[in-house]
Nanobody, 127 residues
Framework: EVQLQASGGGLVQAGGSLRLSCTTS????????IAWFRQAPGKEREGLSC????????HYADSVKGRFTISNDNAENTVHLQMNSLKPEDTADYYC????????????????????WGQGTQVTVSS
């Protein structure tokens, strides 16, 4: 059974930092990607970043490029999302997900979305 556990959310002031973690187990397929998404109230879910299991390739949405960094701790089966220079508009529920890696469509916008999801962790950025 594929399982993902997200953690690390919280309340932070604008300009501050948080590190989210996604611990995985039971992934049975090769060449997968672990991705972070977020969803704010009243807004559509947004793909933020993902990392490939095979070669460590990373992808970022324009909204977080230069501020967020994704990394993979293979020994701990954990993917981290380091979030710096946080803004109030980063306030949302953050989710990690895993599925087959498609470098041409890393957030699966044309493939019906990711299959396996963890529970959300809430991030609130105060102004």
């Amino acid at each position: 059974e594929v399982q993902l556990q997200a953690s690390g959310g919280g309340l932070v002031q604008a300009g501050g930092s948080l590190r989210l973690s996604c611990t995985t187990s039971g992934i049975y397929f090769d060449d997968y990607a672990i991705a972070w998404f977020r969803q704010a109230p009243g807004k559509e879910r947004e793909g933020l970043s993902c990392i490939s299991s095979s070669d460590g390739a990373t992808h970022y949405a324009d909204s977080v490029k230069g501020r967020f960094t994704i990394s993979n701790d293979n020994a701990e089966n954990t993917v981290h999302l380091q979030m710096n220079s946080l803004k109030p508009e980063d306030t949302a529920d953050y989710y990690c997900a895993v599925d087959v890696y498609f470098p041409s469509d890393p957030f699966h916008t044309s493939y019906g979305g990711y299959t396996y999801w963890g529970q959300g962790t809430q991030v609130t950025v105060s102004s």
